[in-house]
Nanobody, 118 residues
Framework: QVQLVESGGGLVQAGGSLGLSCAAS????????MAWFRQAPGKERELVAA???????YYADSVKGRFTISRDNAKNAVYLQMNSLKPEDTAVYYC????????????WGQGTQVTVSS
């Protein structure tokens, strides 16, 4: 069992920056691929960024060049640095995890609200 807890959400003006953190439990964190998803009101959940157990990264086109995902295995933590924020980035952001040998993210945090004002 893996528990994930997000933090760092809040209100920021367009063009600003915000950093999200995800603290994970467990002794095999380095064996997990991690990701950030988001869901805006009335919208479907979407994958924002992911980082594999071996460090490869993925970014949605909408955030590429603005967001950076990183991990610190020693701290069992994953981060999402969000720069040049846009109102369209407003959503609840969720941390998710899966083992490297699985295809579905099956562990989820509770979510943290990010609101970008215009």
């Amino acid at each position: 069992q893996v528990q994930l807890v997000e933090s760092g959400g809040g209100l920021v003006q367009a063009g600003g920056s915000l950093g999200l953190s995800c603290a994970a439990s467990g002794r095999t964190f380095s064996s997990y691929s991690m990701a950030w998803f988001r869901q805006a009101p009335g919208k479907e959940r979407e994958l924002v960024a992911a980082i594999s157990s071996i460090g490869s990264t993925y970014y949605a086109d909408s955030v590429k060049g603005r967001f950076t995902i990183s991990r610190d295995n020693a701290k069992n933590a994953v981060y999402l640095q969000m720069n040049s924020l846009k109102p369209e980035d407003t959503a609840v952001y969720y941390c998710a995890a899966r083992r490297f040998d699985r295809t579905q993210y099956n562990y989820w945090g509770q979510g943290t609200q990010v609101t970008v004002s215009s």
